[in-house]
């Protein structure tokens, strides 16, 4: 079984920065579709939002909300999942959650909402 662990959140201002990473073991990151979703606060978990996702082809989609800003890629060394969070606004914070599914390609990013490992989360919160 494979065990996602976030990190890398935090309190960053508005046009600001983060990097999320997402330590994967248990199994190769190669061996999945990866993405991240993201929680915000008040809503229910069945609510989250699916950001980015990659597939085993490195193949990469993004929600149109935060598409040119967010950038999602794989370490195959390192064994991690990542997320590069560039011009960071309010309507960006949330509980981010790491997800994982074994499969070959990923065509909508809408599919990583129901990818079924994930790990605790990592909290953003963007506010001057």
């Known amino acids: 079984e494979v065990q996602l662990v976030e990190s890398g959140g935090g309190l960053v201002q508005p046009g600001g920065s983060l990097r999320l990473s997402c330590a994967v073991s248990?199994?190769?990151?190669?061996?999945?579709?990866m993405g991240w979703v993201r929680q915000a606060p008040g809503e229910e978990r069945e609510a989250v939002e699916a950001?980015?996702?990659?597939?085993?082809?490195?193949?990469?989609v993004y929600a149109d909300s935060v598409n040119g800003r967010f950038t999602i890629s794989t370490d195959n060394v390192k064994n991690t999942l990542n997320l590069e969070m560039d011009n960071l606004s309010p309507e960006d914070t949330a509980m981010y959650y790491c997800?994982?599914?074994?499969?070959?390609?990923?065509?909508?990013?809408?599919?990583?909402?129901?990818?079924?490992?994930r790990g605790q989360g990592t909290q953003v919160t963007v506010s001057s």
């Open positions: 248990g199994d190769t990151v190669s061996n999945y579709c």
């Open positions: 997800a994982a599914h074994r499969c070959q390609s990923l065509v909508v990013v809408s599919a990583v909402r129901w990818y079924g490992d």
């Open positions: 950001v980015a996702g990659i597939d085993r082809d490195g193949d990469t």
